[in-house]
């Protein structure tokens, strides 16, 4: 299976290609992390990786890219507190959040079943491991989109409560919401 990894350059309208991906994966998640040195890193979590001869494996692999050096490596085969699959990523601060998602599961029969995810992550940049946040969606989900919204365009109401309904994480007074659109399209 391919394990190719591109970039768009907006300037030019055009992909260019990086170093391939250490496995073949879908359902991965992605984050970017501007280091204090200035590197820029991409950061791949989760997700099914497949490698030779496999059929999918369940993934709590991360995997770190660096443009600099045009290069990857693998923080861990079991970095993830659990397999995330089909979650979404929101930048945060000096990193991003994984969002939601689904967990793999297998039955006694040892037949795959999933859940879906209602959990917060924030990516430590330091550490390169996941945490938990305090706050968690109010409806679980996977293949959905996830971004900051102003709080000011909503209601006095919803100020300085945790959940704020419809999807959504209250993070802070001052700090936007973080909001879920589900996907129309489920696997």
């Known amino acids: 299976m391919p394990q190719n990894s591109f970039y768009f350059l907006s300037y030019w309208h ?85 969002v939601g998602g689904r967990q793999y599961l297998v039955d006694e029969a040892g037949d795959f079943t999933y859940e879906y995810l209602s959990d917060v992550y924030r990516f430590n940049p330091d550490a390169e491991t996941f945490e938990k946040m ?5 409806h679980a989900g996977s293949h959905h989109a996830a971004f900051f919204v102003d709080p000011a365009m909503f209601p006095e109401e919803c100020e300085g409560r945790e959940e704020a309904g419809n999807g959504s994480v209250a993070f802070g007074a001052n700090i936007a919401l973080l909001l879920i659109a589900a996907a129309a399209l489920m696997f």
């Open 14 to 98: 055009d992909w260019w290609d990086v170093a391939q991906m250490p496995v073949y994966r879908r359902g991965h998640s992605c984050g970017v992390i501007n280091r204090a040195n200035g590197d820029v890193d991409v950061v791949l979590a989760g997700g099914i990786s497949y490698g030779p001869g496999e059929v999918g494996n369940l993934s709590e692999r991360i995997d770190i890219y660096n443009f600099n050096t045009d290069s990857w490596r693998t923080v861990g085969d079991d970095s993830l507190p659990l397999n995330i699959s089909f979650a979404a990523t929101v930048p945060y601060e000096d990193t991003f959040l994984m």
């Open 134 to 138: 305090g706050g968690r969606l109010s």
